[in-house]
């Protein structure tokens, strides 16, 4: 016999599960035993190419999370240049306290790197991210608001040297993780399902 779930409940963790950059309580720390928690539900994602080869670094030392919130800002900062857009208040909001989030979770992977070709990257991050996607998730499920970051994954070798990371070993997300305060988490405003989804062939919205 199947196992019956809660429908209504793992909808609703997959529907708000939002980036939060605000209404966060930056003075309560996340408990150790929780992060391994939310952890463990992430090491059952589906998993290809690379493998078993997830590791989740979690950092809440102040001095590190200072040096890792200015190198977050200057990303930022030559990004919004580069592009001539303005830094959205929300993104600002998270920016100005970063080093004062009590954990930053790093999903990495230390699988030898794909070549250039689609395929491969597809499945070596194939293997890493759906276990990022799992801990977010988890993470909501216990009231703790996360953002899904990745500009840090762009200066690899700096964020390596502030956590001592060795060689081989390459960072995707960081999550700055805290429990919300007063968030409300609600579905965002998507298109329907019959507007993105084909049938048979590309652009074919008839489903036979």
Not at 34 to 41: D, P
Not at 56 to 70: I, S
Not at 119 to 131: D, E, F, T, W
Not at 144 to 164: D, M, N, P, Y
Request: hydrophobic residues 45%; glycine residues 6%; neutral net charge.
């Amino acid at each position: 016999m199947a196992e019956l779930l809660d429908l209504a409940s793992v909808d609703a963790v997959l529907s708000t599960a939002r980036s939060v950059r605000r209404k966060l309580d930056f003075d309560r720390a996340v408990e150790p035993e929780t992060i391994f928690e939310c952890v463990n539900i992430a090491t059952q994602a589906p998993t290809g190419l690379g493998g078993e080869s997830w590791r989740f670094l979690v950092v809440t030392e102040p001095d590190r999370k200072r040096q890792l919130a200015d190198l977050y800002r200057a990303v930022l900062t030559d990004l919004a240049r580069q592009r001539g857009i303005e830094v959205k208040a929300t993104q600002q909001a998270l920016v100005d306290r970063l080093h004062e989030i009590p954990a930053m979770i790093f999903v990495c992977t230390t699988a030898d790197k794909p070549g250039a070709e689609i395929a491969g990257q597809v499945a070596y991050y194939g293997s890493i991210l759906p276990a990022a996607w799992s801990l977010m998730l988890a993470l909501r499920a216990r009231n703790l608001g996360a953002t899904w970051t990745t500009l840090l994954a762009s200066r690899q070798q700096e964020v390596a040297a502030i956590l001592g990371m060795p060689d081989g070993v390459v960072q995707t997300v960081m999550l700055p993780v805290a429990y919300t305060k007063g968030a409300k988490l609600r579905k965002a405003d998507r298109l329907d399902a019959t507007h993105v989804t084909y049938w048979e062939t590309w652009g074919n919205s008839n489903q036979g």
